[in-house]
């Protein structure tokens, strides 16, 4: 029997290793790593390709939901099952639009954690059962939904700084982080303040928060 490979993203390490415990007498399941944030992932994926990612969404640095879209974009393959402790409307619709293939809530893992991957290995979506169905509802109630502003307007990078911006990250370590110029960090700054129409960082960063782009 092909095992299907899997890596664990999440930022605290005592979750890992329950997952750990739950996925050890899976026999069509293998471990192929563990990492601490979206930063990490994605530099492993650049270098191995596995069938799933078990994601975090709250996570420093680069959170899920940018994680899961920027996986897409590295292997559509890949199929994504995001665990978080939220269950808020906001975090599922942005889970689901990022590509993820399903979305379990975290105190339900030790339940759901086979089953949900099974379901999403035989190509089929999953969700908590402890997730309401008016989460559900308004998720696919939006999905067509064509945004101009808000969440959908901003593009990737400008996600990514919006979200160092909010965890208090001043420019310089912004730039450092992503790898660009100061005066480029400054560029995508003000084109996210123009495209949601806040002038200030406290705003900023409950917007932030609000999307599911910044836990602090």
């Known amino acids: 029997m092909k095992k299907n490979s899997l890596l664990i993203v999440d930022d605290h390490r005592l979750f890992r290793d329950g997952l750990r415990l739950i996925l050890r007498d899976a026999e069509s399941l293998e471990i192929a790593g563990e990492c601490n944030n979206g930063r990490e992932a994605l530099e492993f994926l650049q270098k191995q390709t596995v069938d799933i990612v078990l994601l975090d969404i709250a996570m420093p640095r680069l959170n899920g939901i940018e994680t899961a879209h920027r996986i897409r974009q590295l292997n559509k393959a890949t199929k994504i099952l995001a665990l978080s402790m939220h269950a808020e ?25 086979l089953t949900a991957l099974q379901t999403i290995i035989a190509g089929n979506v999953y969700t908590s059962q402890k997730i309401t169905n008016m ?16 969440f959908d307007a901003l593009s ?45 960082v406290a705003d900023l960063t409950k917007f932030a928060i609000r999307q599911g782009i910044a836990f602090l």
């Open 89 to 113: 409307q906001q975090f599922v619709r942005n889970m689901f639009k990022a590509g993820v293939s399903g979305y379990m809530l975290k105190a339900g893992a030790a339940e759901e954690l």
């Open 135 to 150: 989460v559900f509802e308004d998720y696919f109630a939006r999905s067509g939904e064509n945004c101009a502003r808000g």
């Open 156 to 200: 990737s990078r400008e996600r990514e700084v919006l979200q160092l911006i909010a965890e208090g990250n001043h420019t310089k370590a912004i730039a450092s982080i992503c790898g660009i110029s100061p005066s480029t960090v400054d560029v995508h700054k003000k084109r996210v303040m123009d495209k949601l129409e806040i002038d200030n």
